[in-house]
Nanobody, 114 residues
């Protein structure tokens, strides 16, 4: 199991940008990774995922074209660049392996509001 520490959240106005980061407390080379989010009153959902070698990425429809996932295995990090943020992107964002491991970090909160 890999544990992660997320950071980079904050409050922005609609149309704004944020870059989320997470650092793994262990090797990630052999894992597919993903960003997940949980909005208030909703179930946690996968937002974007990336293969072990970064050759393929996948996004849910609602963030396609606005979010970009990336990783650096040598630095044990993964990022999520979020552009043109919308109020419906408001959530706590988490990183984890894909499929998910049992451990969830504290996440990082993103609030999009005018």
């Amino acid at each position: 199991q890999v544990q992660f520490v997320e950071s980079g959240g904050g409050s922005v106005q609609p149309g704004g940008s944020l870059r989320l980061s997470c650092t793994a407390l262990g090797g990630i080379t052999y894992y597919r990774l993903a960003w997940y989010r949980q909005a208030p009153g909703k179930q946690r959902e996968m937002v974007a995922r990336i293969t072990e070698d970064s050759t393929a990425t996948d996004y849910i429809d609602s963030v396609q074209g606005r979010f970009t996932i990336s990783r650096d295995n040598s630095k044990l990090t993964m990022s999520l660049q979020m552009e043109n943020l919308k109020p419906e992107d408001t959530a706590v964002y988490y990183c984890n392996t894909y499929p998910t491991g049992a451990y969830w970090g504290q996440g990082t909160r993103v609030t999009v509001s005018s």
